[in-house]
């Protein structure tokens, strides 16, 4: 990468939301309220409502107003005992709780008058309606993540099963989207009839996309729970066009926990494709491995929790891939009648004389070309440069000029590398830390041309990098009022040569020892040969591509907030303010572009003359005479 010059994009924005609705950030936490009443209905005002996660034994205790409700704000998605107490009444505990991501559970109470040392066990309740959640979507446990049969075991895939959710992604393989595994990023998903590409993703409360498409997708193994959220979202939710995906990961426990996995999959059982049967080729090797393991557990008992995963993806799949290539017998520049096609000298070029009839004043300009003697081109006219290119193009196996040569050997690779770790930290029932690191890296071999070796094009050695470091601290100033605040930082890298800038092969190897490299990249790269639709080209990715893709996005964001319960109502205000930044690094067609028509071998000498059929002979004369339509640096 250090070969681009960079350019930079910068985007600011700051969201500001106070009074009464949420703040612009994705809720990664669970809250729940309710009322504690009597035997009569009546409101208890200072009861005590004390929620204990039951893998941490942490507690967050609210107090009744006077009009007998609570709130217990930010708990993290788990299972929890739960509790009312009020002096006179006897205590009631429900256990085993369970609290979703972003859920916003009504949990009332009802005492009966008693001694207080006398404990009530609800241990099952009928289902309630959920009154105080209006929000659409469906959630995904951390079961659902690990055990749902999912094609690379990318766990974003599972979105398409929430109502309202869309995978608009048709194309697969070679020249289409790479696939669903965790390397892959997509914006192709679109909710409740939102614009495609507007979708937001969080992890663990912290913005992980920025333009519509997740920036990492975080393994099946290390996910607590994700929730779709695709209508009806209050303002916690914000930047979507669509919908919102809110992603949030395992954390240590009193006890050590831990597991293993390695999938493994073959070509035992994977039909051929139709174009290694077309030339008699078997199916290609394919070897997907997915494996690693996590880990979570105390450091300090109730204090100290710690969670680590690690996720490894290798994987090699057949792409056969059909090109356009020049037979051996056309490359010589003897073959052009053997083939249908009347080859003209570009030096030859003379005004229209009467004899030549009328066609060629009004058809062909006013200007024409006499033919090569014996329909072929000197040896002493072909450029060597020419016959150097051409030895890139591979042996055509199949008949014809059109899609005569099948790459069965071409293949994919693919390797992923994700560790991820977080921390989370109890200073006491008022308060609470929580840190969370994560990374990718991976890259990709994908050749969409057909053509094998040193001139192939496509996303060749395409690389990715992600990470991404979030804290957020929780503190309950009272009963009544709690303040939280968010802090995260991501950057997310990806850099794409369209060539094999590896392979050694440069202009000068190519015999243009005087050729001109602009100053965007430091190398003498072989320019790009673009033959139109007659052969497919070699060096690059297609017309007008880039040399390096490059981009780098960045985003600082910081949310604090405050909940406030007051009588029925619980408010809550805060802001977001997000910075971003994105650096755009492509380099262009830094070492040019060679384009070859047959304008110069054909008849009339008028270059926007007579042009329906392809012609692939004379493009050919083109080529062997380096007489390109255009060189475009």
């Not at 910068?10 to 009464?20: D, P, S």
């Not at 240590?252 to 390695?262: E, M, P, R, T």
Request: aromatic share 12%; hydrophobic share 35%; with cysteine.
């Amino acid at each position: 990468m250090g070969d681009i010059i960079r350019t930079m994009k910068i985007g600011r924005e700051v969201l500001f939301l106070i009074g009464f609705c949420p703040m612009l950030f994705a809720q990664d936490f669970a809250t729940i309220t309710g009322q504690v009443t009597d035997p009569s209905g009546s409101a208890i005002a200072g009861a005590k409502v004390r929620a204990v996660q039951r893998s941490t034994n942490q507690a967050t205790e609210a107090t009744t107003n006077q009009d007998g409700y609570y709130t217990l704000t930010y708990l993290k998605p788990d299972a929890y005992n739960v509790e009312a107490t009020a002096s006179g009444f006897e205590k009631v505990l429900k256990e085993n709780v369970t609290l979703l991501v972003a859920e916003k559970r009504d949990l009332p109470f009802q005492l009966k008058v008693g001694d207080v040392r006398t404990e009530v066990r609800v241990t099952a309740e009928a289902p309630e309606v959920q009154s105080s959640d209006a929000s659409g979507g469906l959630n995904f446990d951390s079961l659902q993540a690990s055990q749902f049969p999912m094609n690379g075991r990318q766990v974003y895939m599972l979105m398409d099963l929430a109502p309202g959710v869309q995978f608009t992604q048709e194309q697969f393989g070679a020249t289409g989207y790479s696939g669903t595994r965790a390397w892959d990023t997509s914006n192709a998903f679109v909710m409740s009839g939102g614009v495609q590409g507007t979708n937001s993703f969080s992890l663990n409360g912290a913005p992980i996309s920025l333009t519509g498409t997740w920036q990492v997708a975080p393994n099946a193994e290390a996910i607590q729970e994700f929730k779709v959220m695709t209508n009806t979202y209050d303002a916690t939710v914000g930047r979507t066009g669509g919908g919102s995906v809110n992603t949030i990961l395992k954390s240590g426990s009193n006890q050590f926990h831990g597991s293993a996995y390695d999938y493994l999959r073959n070509a035992v059982l994977d039909a051929n494709f139709t174009q290694n049967n077309q030339v008699g080729s078997p199916i290609g090797k394919h070897i997907a491995n997915n494996f690693g393991g996590t880990i979570g557990g105390p450091i300090r008992r109730d204090k100290d929790f710690i969670f680590f995963s690690y996720d490894g993806y290798r994987e090699i799949l057949p792409f056969p891939q059909v090109a356009e290539v020049p037979p051996l017998d056309l490359r010589t520049g003897q073959a052009f009648t053997q083939y249908g096609y009347q080859i003209y000298d570009p030096l030859t070029v003379r005004a229209c004389v009467a004899s030549d009839g009328t066609s060629c004043t009004s058809s062909y300009g006013g200007y024409i070309r006499a033919p090569f003697p014996g329909n072929v081109i000197p040896q002493s006219r072909i450029s060597p440069i020419a016959e150097k290119v051409l030895s890139y193009f591979p042996t055509p196996n199949l008949p014809g000029l059109q899609q005569n040569f099948v790459f069965s050997a071409n293949s994919g690779r693919y390797r992923t590398d994700q560790p991820i770790g977080k921390w989370d930290h109890i200073m006491s029932n008022s308060d609470r830390i929580s840190v969370t690191f994560t990374f990718q890296h991976g890259h990709e071999y994908r050749d969409s041309t057909g053509i094998p070796g040193a001139a192939a094009g496509g996303d060749i050695y395409h690389q990715r990098t992600d990470q991404n470091y979030i804290a957020s601290y929780t503190h309950i100033i009272n009963p009544s009022t709690l303040f939280d605040i968010h802090a995260s930082f991501a950057r997310y890298t990806d850099y794409s040569p369209r060539q094999d800038t590896t392979s050694g092969v440069t202009a000068s190897s190519l015999g243009m020892t005087s050729f001109i490299n602009a100053p965007t990249v430091k190398g003498n790269y072989p320019p790009e040969f673009y033959f139109g639709s007659t052969f497919t080209y070699l060096f690059g990715n297609g017309n007008n591509s880039n040399l390096f893709n490059w981009e780098s996005d960045n985003q600082w964001d910081i949310a604090p907030s405050f909940t406030l319960t007051r009588g029925t109502h619980t408010i809550k205000t805060g802001a977001d303010l997000n910075y971003a930044a994105i650096g755009i690094g492509n380099t262009g067609m830094a070492s040019g572009e060679f384009t070859f028509t047959r304008a110069a071998s054909q008849t009339p000498a008028f270059s926007t003359g007579i042009r329906v059929s392809i012609a692939p002979g004379r493009t050919m004369g083109c080529i062997f005479r380096t007489t390109g339509k255009s060189h475009t640096t």
